[in-house]
């Protein structure tokens, strides 16, 4: 791990923060993430839901597949099952996964790629290691973050992007020695490759040992900091975290809306993150809307909701291809 590396000299550098001039963030919440079983039989750590959501706004869910090292036979995926109201964002650090849904999209997600299947109006899809990772057995680690859609585009059809690992904008810390890659949202006027319906930052860094990483960050954007492996300090008031852990940082102790993350990783890191600590950095604009919430849609009404089974169950969210077609027992319990 990391799957997509580069020598940070060799990169474009982020801007040096003044000291002085920067309105730092300050941690106020620190989560540390629950085990849960989904799909097939595969654990994920999930840190949110479970704190307030108004704090993760417009992010929905968090899960943290990995780093396990599996057994022939032991890598297991999801069923076809379907959504509707938000986007599915799932990035492969090692390993590989296979995606399929109902309009088409899909493909192999491996070392680095992130598939972002925006479900929207309702979709079908199926998530599963290739066969040669479940006969053979390997390292697998990799994320899916759910992504609210405001009212106004919960509505729009379906869409899939495929983003390669050679896609991801990799960027330097401005000192040189800490890696980061923007998956989507823009920092410090570079780019990342996804494309979004809600403004969010998605970025995974790499903080070499004992380095220091200034981020600059929009003021309207909440933030979060998820610790993917190793350990190290969020905030000016160096709150300690690591693995499974995540920060939500407020407001700045100045004006209630920093505009700058400081980040540094411990001098000692485990064996496992001997390249630095390994995290995730979250923001986006938050909708404000009412949540509705029930197994694999989310929408602002519970009528909404009622309607999405419905639709479901009249065939109106995409044709699950007829080699694939389940029984009617595992289509309803993808609804779990």
């Not at 993430?33 to 869910?61: M, N, T, W, Y």
């Not at 190290?232 to 008031?237: F, I, L, Q, S, W």
């Not at 809306?257 to 411990?266: F, P, S």
Request: proline content about 8%.
């Amino acid at each position: 791990m990391p799957a997509v590396t580069a020598n940070p000299l060799t990169l474009p550098r982020l801007p040096r923060l003044p000291e002085g001039g920067t309105d730092w963030r300050r941690v106020a919440k620190v989560v540390t993430a629950k085990k849960h079983v989904e799909g097939e039989g595969f654990q994920v750590r999930r840190p949110f839901p479970g704190i307030d959501l108004s704090l993760a706004d417009p992010f929905l869910l968090l899960d943290h597949m990995g780093a396990v090292e599996y057994g022939p036979g032991e890598a297991k995926g999801t069923p076809w099952h379907p959504h509707r109201g938000f986007e599915t964002v799932t990035y492969i650090i090692d390993g590989a996964f296979q995606h399929q849904d109902t309009t088409g999209g899909g493909g192999l997600i491996t070392d680095g790629a992130t598939q972002w299947m925006t479900a929207a109006s309702g979709i079908q899809h199926i998530e599963q290691p290739p066969p040669e990772l479940v006969s053979r057995g390997g390292l697998f680690h990799g994320v899916q973050l759910w992504v609210n859609l405001p009212r106004a585009q919960k509505w729009v059809a379906p869409r899939y992007q495929d983003i390669e690992a050679r896609d991801v904008k990799l960027l330097a810390a401005d000192d040189g020695s800490s890696l980061v890659r923007v998956i989507a949202g823009s920092l410090a006027g570079h780019d990342g490759p996804g494309v979004t319906y809600t403004p969010i930052n998605y970025l995974h860094a790499t903080v070499a040992p004992g380095a220091r990483l200034a981020l600059p960050w929009p003021r309207d954007f909440n933030a979060m900091v998820y610790v993917l492996s190793g350990r190290g300090t969020v905030g000016v008031e160096e709150v300690a975290l690591d693995e499974g852990r995540l920060a939500v940082l407020g407001g700045s102790h100045h004006k209630g809306t920093g505009d700058g993350l400081v980040l540094r990783a411990a001098d000692a890191q485990p064996q496992a993150s001997a390249h630095g600590w390994e995290i995730l950095v979250l923001g986006g604009l938050p909708i404000r809307e009412p949540v509705a919430r029930y197994g694999p849609f989310v929408m602002n009404t519970r009528d909404e909701i009622v309607q999405a089974f419905e639709d479901f169950q009249a065939g109106r969210m995409g044709t699950i291809p007829a080699e694939k077609v389940p029984h009617r027992s595992e289509a309803d319990e993808s609804l779990a």
